[in-house]
């Protein structure tokens, strides 16, 4: 397995398109986490997965995005009606559960520039 | 909620010692982790403390004083490739909180 990997690798929008994000996580790893990075800032925490239950999400997560990883094993992150504010590093990661959550392994991000 | 704050700035030579500090305030609490990031890199996770004391590996320790709200990154023999941004996180239930990181710069 090489790893988490995620697609695309950088995504150029308009302000209010919807954009789709792709995360495939390391195969044998029940969780599955996405964060949004910004410049000088660490990882904010937006939702995660336990299989395919989304078990938790960020308060600070807007309705126009939405996250869902339907088997169990790929997810996708879709942000709806996209907003210049948007523009960030995505970050997916994943990882084993308790006593292993905390090891947590990330893919290179997607870079979202929404003009 | 939950917070969690590092210095945003280290400098050491080559070869010295550099001590990361992170204190936190949580709602829930299962162990504090650090994690490197390179620019334009991702986040590699380097440790995880979920109970009091010392977590030795290789060059890299780390420390939690649960009483204290408190932890830090001890890196030795630093080395060039070592100055990056270091963050500590919080992990509550599935859930990590990270901090703004600190950069980490390694001088000849």
């Known amino acids: 397995d090489t790893g988490v990997s995620q697609d695309p690798r950088h995504k150029i929008t308009k302000r209010g398109q919807n954009v789709t994000f792709r995360c495939d996580p390391i195969?044998?790893?029940?969780?599955l986490y996405w964060y949004r990075q910004t410049l000088g800032q660490g990882p904010e925490f937006l939702t995660y997965f336990q299989n395919e239950a989304q078990l938790e999400k960020s308060r600070l997560l807007s309705d126009r995005f939405s996250a869902e990883r339907p088997k169990g094993s790929f997810s996708t992150l879709e942000i709806q009606r996209t907003e210049q504010g948007d523009s960030a590093m995505y970050l997916c990661a994943s990882s084993l559960v308790e006593p292993r959550a905390n090891e947590q392994f990330f893919g290179p991000g997607t870079r979202l520039t929404v003009l | 909620g939950q917070s969690l704050e590092q210095p945003s700035e280290v400098t050491a030579v080559e070869g010295a010692i550099v001590q990361i500090n992170c204190t936190y305030q949580t709602s829930g609490f299962y162990g504090l982790s650090w994690y490197q990031q390179h620019d334009g890199g991702a986040p590699t996770f380097l440790s995880y403390n979920a109970l009091d004391g010392l977590e030795e590996t290789g060059r890299f320790s780390s420390f939690l004083s649960r009483s204290d709200s408190y932890g830090y990154l001890l890196l030795q023999e630093l080395q060039m490739k070592d100055s990056a941004s270091y963050f500590c996180?919080?992990?509550?239930?599935?859930?990590?909180?990270f901090g703004d990181g600190t950069t980490l710069t390694v001088k000849p």
């Open positions: 195969s044998e790893h029940n969780r």
């Open positions: 996180a919080v992990t509550n239930a599935g859930k990590s909180t």
